[in-house]
């Protein structure tokens, strides 16, 4: 079965303390993106990356960072999680970039994070 | 602008139809989509039309895509209360250099349906 695969999903944690947000996908999807959802902003994402080693900035990467070891892994890392970090992020991945057209976006189920 | 835009908030009565509208900016947009997010749940593919497209129909599911006033709907025939979910609208959208293409979302669409 098809999966994109988030961990954890539910996560409080304190400012300041490194964390990780690890994601999979079992597709051999070359394209993988974070996102963060919140209330009245809509999804917005925040690092993409097109193949292993090959990652860039998405719209909203302050205070975050990502890496592309593997192609089924694009774990999202926050350093130093803020208040403002406090969101629900998404995980997705494709078989080829978003300029192919109808290319289908596979999204995990979301990891709730609150930094306190 | 630049935005993606939908109505915050559709209240319906079971069996009834609902209609989800979206307007989007970029004429040059080629597909256009829309999700489905249930409570606690990830982001589902409902369907998607491409741009040369006016109507696609999928089951209960029909898109109508007016490109000349850049406004997409989203028709649900009787209406059940497991379809009460967020609906986002999303386009593809070129970026600024023009050689790669980016999703722009709505804020999307919160459904209820009354019994």
């Known amino acids: 079965e098809a999966q994109v695969t988030q961990n954890p999903r539910y996560l409080i944690t304190v400012t300041g303390k490194k964390l990780t947000v690890t994601c999979s996908q079992n597709m051999n999807h070359e394209y993988m993106s974070w996102y963060r959802q919140d209330p009245g902003l809509g999804l917005r994402q925040i690092y993409y990356s097109m193949n292993v080693e090959v990652t860039d900035k998405g719209d909203v990467p302050e205070g975050y960072k990502v890496s592309r070891k593997e192609k089924r892994n694009f774990p999202l890392i926050l350093e130093s999680p803020s208040p403002n970090q406090t969101s629900l992020y998404f995980c997705?991945?494709?078989?080829?970039?978003?300029?192919?057209?109808?290319?289908?976006?596979?999204f995990g189920e979301g990891s709730w994070l609150t930094v306190v | 602008g630049e935005d993606v835009e939908q109505s915050l908030f559709l209240s319906v009565r079971e069996g009834d139809s609902s209609v989800i509208n979206c307007t989007y900016t970029?004429?040059?947009?080629?597909?256009l989509y829309w999700y489905k997010q249930e409570p606690g749940a990830g982001l589902q593919l409902l369907t998607y039309?491409?741009?040369n497209m006016d109507m696609k129909q999928d089951q209960r599911l029909t898109v109508l895509l007016n490109k000349k006033d850049k406004h997409l709907s989203l028709r649900i025939a009787d209406t059940q209360t497991g379809d009460s979910a967020i609906y986002f609208c999303a386009e593809k959208r070129a970026t600024h250099a023009g050689n790669n293409r980016k999703l722009i979302w709505g804020l999307g669409t919160s459904l209820a349906v009354n019994p």
């Open positions: 970029d004429s040059s947009s080629t597909y």
């Open positions: 997705a991945s494709s078989l080829l970039p978003p300029r192919y057209s109808g290319n289908t976006i596979y």
């Open positions: 039309i491409f741009s």
